[in-house]
């Protein structure tokens, strides 16, 4: 059991490209989360989603498209990458308020 | 505006000897703390967290210490071990969301 899967694991695209980021999740945790993780920042909360078809903005929300059809995947688009979206990118779920959220390994992502 | 610090960016200690980390809050309203640990290559895994009606918990060699007056918290690992070597996370969230709010992480490494 994978719990949370995210594809690719690496990418290197070009600035104006549309590149999306995979999260597939097993445990059909309601809450879905994307962060970004860039030095001095630490993680910051770009699009979370309560469940199907329910997404709000996070942090750092400006050039990235999420949508959530299905309880068990959550895309985050970039509908033209720039190069400070160059970043490591995870993908979490929860199952609530002051319940642990659970990470992806993540997803380096290269705009040249 | 950094609403969680974590102001020390590395710390070395070692091996057998207490590692504490530390992270401070300004918002008031964080009601519940988490820590985790992340290695290369590899999504941050879950610690331990505490909620703000205690003032401290304690899981094995982890101890985590709330100190509300302060907006202050530390993570304490007694003995500290070789695989404790990774970046700490702490974040923080409140009643009426599912965001967590990430401090900028210190990397421990602890020495043989």
């Known amino acids: 059991d994978a719990g949370i899967t995210q594809s690719p694991r690496y990418k290197i695209t070009e600035t104006g490209r549309q590149v999306t980021l995979m999260c597939h999740q097993t445990?059909?945790?309601?809450?879905m989360f994307w962060y970004r993780q860039d030095l001095g920042h630490g993680l910051r909360l770009i699009y979370y989603?309560?469940?199907?078809?329910?997404?709000d903005k996070g942090e750092v929300p400006d050039g990235y498209v999420v949508s959530r059809s299905k309880t068990e995947n959550f895309p985050l688009t970039l509908e033209s990458a720039t190069r400070s979206q160059t970043s490591v990118y995870f993908c979490?779920?929860?199952?609530?308020?002051?319940?642990?959220?659970?990470f992806g390994d993540g997803t380096r992502l290269s705009i040249l | 505006d950094q609403q969680v610090k974590q102001n020390s960016p590395s710390l070395s200690v070692q091996e057998g000897r207490i590692s504490i980390l530390n992270c401070d809050y300004t918002?008031?309203?964080?009601?519940?703390f988490l820590w985790y640990k992340k290695y290369p290559a590899e999504g941050p895994t879950f610690l331990i967290s505490?909620?703000?009606?205690?003032d401290k918990n304690e899981d094995g060699r982890f101890t985590v210490f709330l100190n509300k007056s302060a907006k202050h918290l530390s993570l304490h690992i007694v003995p500290s071990q070789p695989g404790d070597s990774a970046v700490y996370f702490c974040?923080?969230?409140?009643?009426?969301?599912?965001?967590?709010?990430f401090g900028t992480g210190t990397r421990l490494k602890v020495l043989a």
């Open positions: 979490a779920t929860g199952q609530g308020r002051n319940q642990p959220q659970h």
């Open positions: 974040a923080a969230t409140y009643s009426g969301t599912y965001k967590y709010i």
């Open positions: 505490i909620s703000s009606i205690k």
């Open positions: 989603s309560a469940a199907a078809d329910i997404t």
């Open positions: 445990w059909s945790h309601s809450y």
């Open positions: 918002n008031s309203m964080f009601d519940y």
